[in-house]
């Protein structure tokens, strides 16, 4: 596995910087799973080409941020859709040292389902992956989750929809959404009640983390 250029080592430190969560050990982890991920990369379509040049900001930090809105008492965090392991695992290396914290990440691409174990196998992350849709890993998920994330999946009513079979009254949704955010929550709305907290996104300065919580169809009494 390559090492990192003096020109990716600065977007990397430049990136994490601001996130005073990240330890040396951590960078160092996310330093070996991005470098994973460059060489599954010219194999396989994990992320956008054009993407790949600002992986640090444009992945690694954008799913960082995440962090900043979860619970400090959360153990069980659900990842859906997690592709090539953004937010879910880069939230699992960061919490490597909690024991007590586990991270599942579900994708039903095999080959991304692939990497993503070969990626905890080399970072030992306290994570699992769910190779499976989404709605077949709910029937059987024998917990609910103190977090659900997810990044780029779908619009919010139906990420709602997926995530509300993971949720207790108190699970805390964290969502990455970018400039259309306002109309998916509007549409959101006709469906859903639920309560919103809109964070300026870290990284996409029309993006917004949505937080969300007490979520139930509408129509349905507390």
Known sequence: MRAATPHEAKHAAEALDRFGFVTDAVRHDLDRFVALLTEWQLAHNLVAPSTLELVWTRHVADSLQLLEHAPENWRAWVD???GAGFPGLVVAIANKDHAARHVTLVESNGKKAAFLRAAIRETSANAAVAAERIETHAQRFGRKADVV?????????????????YCREDTLMLFLKGKEH?????????????????FESATDSGGRVLAIRNLRPKGRRS
Do not use: H, Y
């Open 80 to 82: 859906l859709g997690s």
């Open 149 to 165: 994330s997810a990044r780029a999946l779908a619009p919010l009513s139906e990420l709602l929809k997926l995530a509300e079979p």
């Open 182 to 198: 306002v109309q998916e929550i509007a549409t959101a709305s006709q469906s859903w009640e639920f309560d919103v907290i809109e």
